[in-house]
């Protein structure tokens, strides 16, 4: 076994999977307040990359710094979406909330092609060819950086949900929503605040990744599948768990890359989640 | 065929004949008029774009037909049986790689590709919903364990030499094609075969949801455990559906394939191939049998429509199933079908009103 070429994987693994941690976080958010899969957070992760690609663009600043206007950005479409659509089809099984986030994914997705086109762009920051080495391999600064801002968004989203009232609002209704509506908690609104928050994180997800990956429409479905994975592996409403499980699926996928060529080594991923979605029936089924 | 209430002893009445316009939902005449006169329509529309189409538009229809039959495959599945697949490309994709492997790589008549085809994804969609239904894997989670298997089979397929890797498999057009060759050289003959698919997945449809194994399908989606207790083998049903409505896809994969003379892993196996194909029917109402068709029709003429009107993007037809799909799960939630009833309710109490007035 070739030592460079094993850290070279575990390590680009770690890098990879915070960034998936960050956008399982927010995936995570969503299914343990409002009880719903969101499919459309690929496509808001999509659309985070693209907040990032414009103003890049446009300002030069530091993509990553920019990551965090995306943030807001999401804070807002997602209250929207939630306020406006998804909160209509709550309570009427599964089948509404998964119509009406596959609608949404489909719109974004459309919107994005329109107004950017399907050519690939990129976004290179300034400090974008340099490198660090840890041992025997190398790794990008480019990444490093992407992996502190995940662990920081993720933190201060820790931090909203503990210590603000929001936070405990939130947190209230996802623990027993009943309860917290006879305690006179406004559930839509708290829906609302909870997907604010997961479009958030989706949003800051893509702006990381938009230095990282080409930046096209259909970005988000890739990075979508992993942190779906990320999420359920992390038991669904926890967000450490999330943000843990996100660096799993990035090391699975790095030992994948090792023992399996080329795209192959997403199989090792796959074949994680639909494991995990069978065996873990518990906090993850039933609700 | 009896219907489930006539088995209860009900002596309250003893003239026969007098079964409750309640127990009998969807048997009222005006209905039944509406269906055919649904069926008419279609019929007719099919029949004119034969003797009067373009090659253009004789295209367009032989597409949408072959895939609003596999959303009427799917519709089996998501709609009777209440699986909601979001990996119907497996299957899709399974059909049309197996004949365009046998064909292009073996000689193989494409008759017996289908075959083949057929039976690989039945025996796929059998395990992996084995596997679902075991481990009590439901509504989005299915979703996301069957988008998971397609594009495990996409990974797949992208890196097998035999099959063409990610570049795919050109299907060779023979310059004399015989009948054994399922290729055709005037383009009405793929538009009949399209025409056959439909109606054979129809029927089948039809066949599923008036049986007894429809009625068992009926208990399971209303309540699982109810059923269980009833003594409805709940696995062996969702199994059997799913396998089902596996081959009846992979069917249209095969005619698909030797339509288009090509295949690669996304066109066969991609999210967007799944995500159509279950919008299709959710569009035109997964539980009638002409709904997912009606549905596919639409889109197809509503995509059309708005390319010629507004914008050539490809996007178009993505946006427009996007704005579907919200409005179906927000107010429509039985498709064009559900429309079209409400709409007879409303035509039908009107009439009550004036008749009694």
Request: proline residues 3%; positive net charge.
């Amino acid at each position: 076994m070739d030592w460079q070429l094993v850290t070279q994987s575990l390590g680009g693994g770690i890098l990879t999977g915070s960034v998936y941690g960050v956008a399982a976080v927010g995936l995570a958010l969503v299914f343990g307040v409002v009880g719903v899969v969101n499919f459309a957070h690929g496509a808001m992760i999509m659309l985070g990359m693209y907040v990032v690609w414009y103003l890049h663009q446009w300002t030069s600043l530091d993509p990553f710094l920019l990551s965090l206007v995306a943030a807001v950005v999401g804070l807002g479409l997602g209250w929207f979406i939630q306020y406006v659509l998804v909160n209509k089809v709550m309570g009427t099984g599964q089948e509404g909330p998964l119509l009406v986030t596959v609608g949404i994914s489909l719109i974004f997705v459309a919107v994005a092609e329109f107004v950017f086109s399907s050519n690939p762009r990129s976004v290179k920051p300034s400090y974008g060819d340099a490198t660090f080495s840890v041992g025997p391999a190398q790794f990008s600064v480019t990444r490093l950086i992407a992996m502190l801002a995940a662990v920081a968004f993720t933190l201060a989203l820790h931090n909203v949900l503990r210590k603000t009232d929001l936070g405990r609002s939130i947190r209230a209704v996802s623990q027993n929503r009943t309860a917290a509506q006879l305690m006179g908690l406004n559930v839509a609104t708290v829906y609302a605040a909870a997907m604010a928050l997961g479009a958030a994180s989706a949003f800051f997800a893509g702006g990381v990744s938009a230095s990282l990956l080409p930046v096209t429409p259909n970005a988000g479905l890739s990075l979508m599948l992993m942190s779906f994975v990320a999420a359920v592996l992390g038991g669904l409403g926890s967000i450490r768990g999330a943000f843990a499980a996100g660096i799993i699926v990035g090391l699975a996928e790095g030992a994948g890359a090792l023992l399996l060529e080329g795209t192959l080594k997403t199989l090792v991923v796959f074949a994680l989640f639909v494991l995990v979605l069978l065996l873990r029936p518990e906090g993850v089924f039933k609700r | 065929m009896t219907s489930s209430s006539t088995g209860k002893p009900d002596t309250s009445t003893g003239k026969p004949g007098t079964v409750p316009v309640q127990a009998r939902p969807g048997r009222s005449g005006l209905n039944r008029t509406v269906k055919l006169v649904a069926g008419a329509l279609l019929a007719l529309v099919i029949v004119w774009i034969a003797a009067a189409g373009s090659n253009h538009l004789l295209g367009l229809a032989t597409v949408a037909l072959m895939f609003g039959a596999i959303s009427g495959a799917w519709a089996m599945a998501g709609g009777l049986g209440g699986l909601f697949s979001l990996g119907h490309a497996a299957f899709f994709g399974i059909g049309a790689y197996t004949t365009a492997f046998l064909f292009a790589g073996h000689g193989v008549s494409p008759w017996l590709g289908m075959v083949a085809g057929v039976v690989l994804a039945a025996v796929f969609g059998a395990c992996t919903t084995w596997l679902s239904v075991r481990f009590r894997v439901r509504g989005s989670y299915f979703a996301l364990v069957t988008l998971a298997w397609a594009e495990m089979l996409r990974v797949i397929v992208s890196n097998v030499t035999p099959l063409g890797r990610s570049n795919g498999i050109l299907v060779p057009y023979k310059a004399e094609p015989t009948f054994a060759d399922l290729q055709f050289s005037d383009p009405r003959a793929y538009y009949a075969l399209a025409v056959l698919y439909a109606v054979v997945v129809t029927v089948i449809f039809m066949v599923v949801k008036r049986t007894r194994f429809g009625w068992r399908l009926s208990a399971v989606r209303g309540d699982e455990d109810a059923a269980a207790a009833s003594g409805v083998d709940v696995r062996r049903v969702l199994v059997a559906v799913m396998a089902l409505s596996a081959a009846v896809t992979a069917a249209g994969g095969t005619l698909y394939v030797q339509y288009m003379q090509f295949i690669d892993p996304e066109l066969a196996f991609s999210p967007t191939v799944s995500i159509d194909i279950a919008i299709r029917a959710v569009i035109g109402g997964p539980m009638v049998a002409l709904g997912p068709l009606a549905g596919s029709g639409a889109m197809t003429t509503m995509t059309e429509w708005l390319k010629m009107s507004v914008s050539d993007s490809p996007a178009m037809n993505v946006l427009l199933f996007g704005v579907a799909v919200i409005l179906a799960g927000r107010y429509f939630r039985n498709g064009l079908a559900g429309i079209g009833a409400s709409a007879l309710q409303w035509i039908g109490r009107r009439k009550e009103r004036h008749d009694g007035s």
